[in-house]
Protein backbone atom coordinates (compact mmCIF):
# COMPACT_ATOMS: atom_id res chain seq x y z
CA UNK A 1 0.00 0.00 0.00
CA UNK A 2 2.96 2.73 1.08
CA UNK A 3 4.54 2.00 -2.62
CA UNK A 4 1.34 2.33 -4.20
CA UNK A 5 0.79 5.82 -2.62
CA UNK A 6 4.50 6.59 -3.18
CA UNK A 7 3.83 6.50 -6.46
CA UNK A 8 0.92 7.86 -6.83
CA UNK A 9 2.47 10.91 -5.33
CA UNK A 10 5.38 10.70 -7.50
CA UNK A 11 3.21 11.00 -10.53
CA UNK A 12 0.88 13.96 -9.18
CA UNK A 13 4.11 15.60 -8.32
CA UNK A 14 5.51 15.67 -11.87
CA UNK A 15 2.60 16.01 -13.92
CA UNK A 16 2.08 19.71 -11.02
CA UNK A 17 5.49 20.67 -12.23
CA UNK A 18 5.05 19.78 -16.00
CA UNK A 19 1.62 21.85 -15.50
CA UNK A 20 3.12 24.98 -13.72
CA UNK A 21 6.44 24.67 -16.29
CA UNK A 22 4.47 24.06 -19.57
CA UNK A 23 4.65 27.81 -20.27
CA UNK A 24 8.37 27.72 -20.33
CA UNK A 25 8.67 24.76 -22.23
CA UNK A 26 6.91 25.40 -25.33
CA UNK A 27 8.00 27.87 -28.33
CA UNK A 28 6.70 31.44 -28.13
CA UNK A 29 3.63 31.64 -30.94
CA UNK A 30 3.51 34.40 -33.46
CA UNK A 31 1.14 36.56 -30.98
CA UNK A 32 3.64 35.98 -28.15
CA UNK A 33 6.85 37.33 -30.07
CA UNK A 34 8.47 40.80 -29.34
CA UNK A 35 8.46 43.05 -32.19
CA UNK A 36 11.04 45.39 -32.43
CA UNK A 37 10.45 49.23 -31.47
CA UNK A 38 9.87 51.29 -34.17
CA UNK A 39 11.65 54.28 -35.20
CA UNK A 40 9.37 56.71 -33.26
CA UNK A 41 9.95 54.91 -30.40
CA UNK A 42 13.32 54.35 -30.17
CA UNK A 43 13.07 58.31 -30.42
CA UNK A 44 10.58 59.03 -27.63
CA UNK A 45 12.38 56.37 -25.24
CA UNK A 46 16.01 58.30 -25.83
CA UNK A 47 13.97 61.53 -24.93
CA UNK A 48 12.29 59.94 -21.90
CA UNK A 49 15.82 58.76 -20.37
CA UNK A 50 16.90 61.86 -21.14
CA UNK A 51 14.70 63.57 -19.26
CA UNK A 52 15.16 60.74 -16.19
CA UNK A 53 18.78 61.45 -16.41
CA UNK A 54 18.50 65.41 -16.08
CA UNK A 55 15.88 64.85 -13.49
CA UNK A 56 17.71 62.62 -11.67
CA UNK A 57 20.43 64.76 -11.66
CA UNK A 58 18.61 67.92 -10.22
CA UNK A 59 17.76 65.36 -7.38
CA UNK A 60 20.87 64.41 -6.58
CA UNK A 61 22.59 68.20 -6.85
CA UNK A 62 19.63 69.27 -4.63
CA UNK A 63 20.48 66.34 -2.22
CA UNK A 64 24.20 66.92 -2.18
CA UNK A 65 23.65 70.30 -1.11
CA UNK A 66 21.65 69.51 1.53
CA UNK A 67 23.91 67.28 3.10
CA UNK A 68 26.95 69.83 2.94
CA UNK A 69 28.85 67.53 -0.33
CA UNK A 70 28.10 70.99 -2.61
CA UNK A 71 28.84 74.51 -1.54
CA UNK A 72 25.96 77.87 -1.90
CA UNK A 73 28.65 78.93 -4.80
CA UNK A 74 28.72 75.48 -6.56
CA UNK A 75 25.26 74.76 -5.89
CA UNK A 76 24.28 78.32 -7.98
CA UNK A 77 26.64 77.44 -10.98
CA UNK A 78 25.36 74.22 -11.31
CA UNK A 79 21.68 74.80 -10.44
CA UNK A 80 20.78 77.15 -13.89
CA UNK A 81 22.55 74.59 -16.87
CA UNK A 82 21.00 71.70 -14.97
CA UNK A 83 17.54 72.98 -14.57
CA UNK A 84 17.72 74.17 -18.05
CA UNK A 85 18.64 70.80 -19.50
CA UNK A 86 15.81 69.67 -17.49
CA UNK A 87 13.41 72.05 -19.16
CA UNK A 88 14.53 71.26 -22.82
CA UNK A 89 13.99 67.60 -22.36
CA UNK A 90 10.91 68.12 -20.81
CA UNK A 91 9.53 69.79 -23.30
CA UNK A 92 11.23 67.55 -25.67
CA UNK A 93 8.74 64.52 -24.64
CA UNK A 94 6.29 66.72 -24.50
CA UNK A 95 6.57 67.82 -28.44
CA UNK A 96 7.31 64.81 -29.24
CA UNK A 97 3.83 62.59 -27.39
CA UNK A 98 1.86 66.09 -29.35
CA UNK A 99 3.43 65.44 -32.62
CA UNK A 100 2.44 61.39 -32.12
CA UNK A 101 -0.68 62.70 -31.27
CA UNK A 102 -0.42 61.61 -27.60
CA UNK A 103 -2.16 62.69 -24.34
CA UNK A 104 -1.21 66.06 -24.32
CA UNK A 105 -1.81 67.10 -28.23
CA UNK A 106 -5.48 65.56 -27.52
CA UNK A 107 -6.32 67.01 -24.50
CA UNK A 108 -4.04 69.79 -24.22
CA UNK A 109 -3.52 69.62 -20.87
CA UNK A 110 0.18 69.10 -19.24
CA UNK A 111 1.18 71.62 -22.44
CA UNK A 112 2.87 74.46 -20.48
CA UNK A 113 1.67 77.81 -22.38
CA UNK A 114 4.76 79.85 -23.01
CA UNK A 115 5.36 82.14 -20.19
CA UNK A 116 6.61 86.03 -20.86
CA UNK A 117 10.38 86.66 -20.34
CA UNK A 118 10.92 88.33 -16.66
CA UNK A 119 11.88 92.11 -16.71
CA UNK A 120 14.78 93.28 -14.41
CA UNK A 121 12.70 93.13 -11.41
CA UNK A 122 12.36 89.26 -12.08
CA UNK A 123 8.37 89.82 -12.80
CA UNK A 124 6.57 88.18 -15.96
CA UNK A 125 4.86 90.54 -17.90
CA UNK A 126 4.32 94.18 -17.52
CA UNK A 127 7.14 96.16 -15.79
CA UNK A 128 4.01 97.69 -13.81
CA UNK A 129 5.07 95.39 -10.63
CA UNK A 130 1.02 94.29 -10.57
CA UNK A 131 2.52 90.59 -11.60
CA UNK A 132 3.12 87.83 -9.04
CA UNK A 133 7.17 86.81 -9.00
CA UNK A 134 8.14 83.94 -11.06
CA UNK A 135 8.14 80.75 -8.69
CA UNK A 136 11.33 78.77 -8.52
CA UNK A 137 11.21 75.64 -10.71
CA UNK A 138 13.59 73.98 -8.60
CA UNK A 139 10.82 73.65 -5.25
CA UNK A 140 8.90 71.32 -7.81
CA UNK A 141 11.92 69.32 -8.07
CA UNK A 142 12.71 69.23 -4.57
CA UNK A 143 9.07 68.21 -3.37
CA UNK A 144 8.90 71.68 -1.52
CA UNK A 145 5.53 73.72 -1.97
CA UNK A 146 5.76 76.83 -4.26
CA UNK A 147 7.32 80.11 -2.15
CA UNK A 148 4.56 83.00 -1.72
CA UNK A 149 5.06 86.07 -3.33
Do not use: N, W
Not at 66 to 95: C, I, M
Not at 121 to 142: F, K
Amino acid sequence: MTTAALVLAAVLAIGAVLFVARPFLRAPGREERATPPGEAELERLALVEERDRALAALKELEFDHRTGKVSDDDYAALLGPLRQEAARALLAVDAHAAADGGPAALSGEGVPEPAAAPDATGVAGEASGDAAPLADPGDAVAGRPPREP
